[in-house]
């Protein structure tokens, strides 16, 4: 088992930069795919990104704004978000599937608490 900790999220103007992290215990971190998710009120949580487990290659369904990375010694994730948006505002989570990767909702077995992401127009 793996207990993920999201960093604090914030508020955050259009077109500004923010980063989050994942900090995972427990089970060895590099077990697991690891993947950002994010969800608003009303809507289905959808993916953001996810990451192999030796971090050697990733799914976006937005690349050119979006980073996710990893740091296995380090037992963190990491999502970089580029040029915001208000529609990215929502509550973000972290998210890890024992699996070598994985881009689905129901793939992921452990998740972190959220931390919302304000972005102000």
């Known amino acids: 088992q793996v207990q993920l900790v999201e960093s604090e999220g914030g508020l955050v103007q259009a077109g500004g930069s923010l980063r989050l992290s994942c900090a995972a215990s427990?089970?060895?971190?590099?077990?697991?795919?690891m993947a950002w998710f994010r969800q608003t009120p009303g809507k289905e949580r959808e993916i953001v990104a996810a990451i192999r487990r030796t971090g050697s290659s990733a799914y976006y369904t937005d690349s050119r704004r979006f980073t996710i990375s990893r740091d296995n010694a380090k037992n963190t994730a990491y999502l970089q978000m580029n040029s915001l948006k208000p529609e990215d505002t929502a509550v973000y989570y972290c998210?890890?599937?024992?699996?070598?990767?994985?881009?689905?909702?129901?793939?992921?077995?452990?998740w972190g608490q959220g931390t919302q992401v304000t972005v102000s127009s």
């Open positions: 998210a890890a599937a024992m699996v070598q990767t994985a881009t689905k909702l129901h793939e992921y077995d452990y």
């Open positions: 427990g089970r060895t971190f590099s077990s697991y795919a």
